[in-house]
């Protein structure tokens, strides 16, 4: 059973960048896909982008195609969250999650959480 942690989160301007990191552990890293989820402030989770075992392939919610990359380094055991050009509704607690084998849209493996505030 793998265990997830979120770390990165932060305030930032509008127009900056941060980049979240999610370390797994007490599983083999690479047989899950790994994707992450945010939680605007009073509004339901919502999906944000995921990557496979291999990170062949990955996917991405329309709201943040071009500015955010997903990515994992499976011999560091740890997924990343590249955020860009980040805008005030990027603002959210952002959790990453984990499906044994192939992705689902309701992840087994749950982190804890890390906010991300833009300030405008």
């Known amino acids: 059973q793998v265990r997830l942690v979120e770390s990165g989160g932060g305030v930032v301007q509008a127009g900056g960048s941060l980049r979240l990191s999610c370390a797994a552990s007490?599983?083999?890293?690479?047989?899950?896909?790994m994707g992450w989820f945010r939680q605007p402030p009073g509004k339901e989770r919502e999906f944000v982008a995921r990557?496979?075992?291999?990170?062949?392939?990955?996917n991405y919610a329309d709201s943040v195609k071009g500015r955010f990359t997903v990515s994992r380094d499976n011999a560091k055991d740890t997924g990343y969250l590249q955020m860009n050009s980040l805008k005030p509704e990027d603002t959210a607690a952002y959790y990453c999650a984990a499906s044994y084998w192939s992705w689902s849209p309701t992840p087994s493996y749950w982190g804890q959480g890390t906010q991300v505030t833009v300030s405008s």
């Open positions: 007490g599983g083999i890293f690479r047989e899950y896909a």
């Open positions: 990557i496979s075992r291999s990170a062949s392939n990955t």
